[in-house]
């Protein structure tokens, strides 16, 4: 097995134990992060999550 399909297991074992304790998992590779795809993800990404969780925004 190569570093990176270790890594992939791994990462996958992770994602299931989180799975089975009962967690959501929102995963984001590295091309979602940087510059301006990543403020369009999250403009697209918060706003849906919020919802969907029932999140409301306050003033401090």
């Known amino acids: 097995m190569d570093s990176d399909t270790?890594?992939?297991?791994?990462?996958?074992?992770?994602?299931?134990?989180?799975?089975?304790?009962?967690?959501?998992v929102f995963r984001f590779g590295t091309?979602?992060?940087?510059?301006q795809r990543h403020a369009g993800l999250l403009e697209h990404f918060l706003p849906a999550l919020f919802e969907r969780f029932r999140v409301s925004a306050w003033n401090s």
Do not use: Q
Not at 6 to 24: I, S, V
């Open 6 to 24: 270790a890594k992939c297991a791994e990462t996958m074992a992770g994602d299931r134990d989180l799975k089975l304790g009962g967690y959501e």
């Open 31 to 35: 091309t979602n992060s940087g510059g």
